[in-house]
């Protein structure tokens, strides 16, 4: 049994969030024997579970993340984790007069699903620990890593103890200050861009309501993500599956200044002053407890590339692309990462292809050291796998960091004005009326998915009008540069039809107009 399990591939997973659990199920279901290794706690000890209350906003999951479950797990797994979701079909805008306006994200009722980052991560975990060859380490720290010689320093907090650990493929998914990404760039002519935007965040907690029976009850409608858009700075609320709402403040960094230099009651003044409607739900007390409590969190991207060196390690999700949380993509695109990164490998690879020499057999821990440095030591379908993912999705992760960006000012600013409106109810109607209905676009949640994402990642020319959210959001066989590039153009058209509009010129709506069609028939 054991001359069976050294044969294995070795691979070694850091970081045991969504994305390198995820990675680690992949890798072991195509043959690899792996590794997870994890600085923090295990999440579901119930110590991890309080910590992590405090530490970071909730995720919204959608069709390009379920899609990636669904690859690279299965049906069934997926529908397990989909019971620990709630589906959120549009945004609720909470206007400071205290009136509520439901804008739908899709005109086929699709949605995305609000869940707690603890219990999302804690499911599939579980998940990839019932596969076969994966085990996780926790309390083990990273402390260097040798590329060449395939090795790397982990230091355990329970004894203090360094122990060298041999590998045959690295793969970091270890966050935004990823250990793995820098101990690349000294190997890696790695470019690599870090911005910090001049907002911040924090969380605030809704507690539930009751009903007349005395159980618990949603304060706020579940099925919709609630938005207190305030031009500069917002509000938003996604519904947890205790009957509360996750909170949590966006704005710049100069109005948080602001706020921790005044009293509680005129703390108190500024939240009744813009958000009149969710101070009494949160409770007054509970809002400043939450405020003064609970830590203020920057906001950042990340952009590198590129993502791997050789054939031995490569970085995926936030330890490639950290981007700021306002188009709900972050999860979905690490997972997405997965799924590309999945699809290559079974595609171009198999046992068989993958050298098996006697280095490769002994790459467990405690094993000797491979030969170092040396040509021959490079499996050239791995490193040619490795270096397409790396080409191939540079472009895309650039698009969704940069749309993710711009999204911020639609949530906190373009959503109160009929400008938006009216362009959203356009896209729409385009949409409507040009558009296929691909067989993965459904209501259903469990359902957003299409064989064909098993082989061809990407659908490289999508048919007919779609709107930018829509294909970012609900699309996963539309790429994010594709969306990106798409979108682009169809705005340019909006713009001409507008200014035709504005203008008043008969002649000009004909030729706007004109212009849409002629759009419309070559798209489908």
Not at 243 to 264: D, V
Not at 318 to 339: I, T
Request: one cysteine or more; aromatic letters at 8%.
């Amino acid at each position: 049994m054991a001359d069976n399990l050294n044969m294995k591939r070795k691979a070694v997973v850091v970081g045991a969030g969504p994305v390198g659990c995820l990675t680690a199920a992949g890798l072991a279901k195509l043959g690899w024997s792996v590794d997870i290794y994890e600085a923090r706690p295990d999440i579901r000890l119930p110590s991890s579970k309080a910590a992590a209350q405090q530490r970071s906003i909730n995720l919204a999951i959608s069709s390009r993340g379920i899609a990636a479950l669904r690859t690279v797990l299965d049906e069934a797994a997926t529908a397990r984790f989909l019971e620990t979701v709630i589906p959120m079909r549009g945004r609720m805008i909470h206007h400071t007069d205290g009136t509520q306006e439901s804008q739908a994200y899709d005109r086929h009722g699709q949605c995305i699903n609000s869940i707690d980052r603890a219990l999302l991560n804690e499911s599939i975990l579980n998940e990839t620990l019932g596969v076969a060859n994966v085990r996780a380490f926790f309390r083990h720290k990273v402390a260097s890593i040798d590329f060449e010689e395939r090795s790397m320093v982990v230091t355990n907090a329970e004894d203090g103890q360094d122990r060298k650990i041999w590998f045959g493929l690295c793969i970091g998914a270890d966050g935004s200050y990823s250990v793995v990404r820098r101990q690349m760039m000294r190997v890696v002519r790695m470019n690599f861009q870090q911005e910090y935007i001049p907002h911040e965040y924090v969380e605030l907690k809704m507690p539930p309501g009751r009903h007349a029976d005395g159980t618990p009850a949603f304060l706020l409608d579940p099925n919709h993500l609630h938005i207190w858009p305030r031009h500069s700075f917002m509000l938003i609320a996604l519904p947890n599956k205790d009957h509360t709402f996750t909170c949590t403040l966006f704005a710049p960094t100069t109005e948080f200044n602001y706020l921790t230099s005044i009293s509680r009651s005129d703390k108190l003044a500024w939240f009744n002053r813009y958000f009149p409607d969710a101070v009494p739900l949160i409770g007054q007390e509970q809002l400043l407890d939450d405020l003064e409590r609970h830590p203020r969190s920057p906001l950042i991207s990340i952009k590198a590339n590129p993502y791997h060196y050789k054939d031995r390690a490569i970085v995926l999700g936030d330890a490639a692309h950290s981007m700021v949380p306002f188009y709900g993509q972050g999860l979905n695109c690490g997972l997405e990462d997965v799924r590309v990164l999945y699809n290559l490998l079974r595609t171009k690879t198999n046992t068989r292809e993958l050298q098996q020499d006697s280095d490769h057999s002994q790459l467990r821990e405690g094993g000797p050291a491979p030969r170092t440095g040396s040509s021959s030591d490079v499996d050239p379908v791995l490193a040619s796998v490795l270096e397409e993912y790396s080409k191939t999705r540079h472009e895309d992760l650039v698009a969704i960091c940069d749309l993710a960006m711009d999204n911020y000012v639609e949530m906190r600013h373009s959503v109160t004005t009929l400008g938006y409106q009216f362009r959203k109810r356009l896209d729409n109607f385009l949409s409507a009326v040009s558009s296929d209905t691909p067989s993965f676009i459904v209501a259903s949640p469990d359902k957003a998915y299409s064989p064909q994402l098993e082989t061809l990642s990407f659908t490289p020319h999508p048919r007919g009008w779609l709107p930018l959210y829509t294909m970012v959001t609900f699309r996963p066989d539309i790429s994010y540069a594709t969306a990106k590039k798409k979108a682009e153009t169809q705005g340019k058209l909006l713009s001409f039809a507008g200014s035709a509009l504005t203008l008043g010129g008969a002649m000009a709506l004909v030729a706007g107009a004109i212009s849409v069609g002629k759009y419309l028939r070559c798209a489908s």
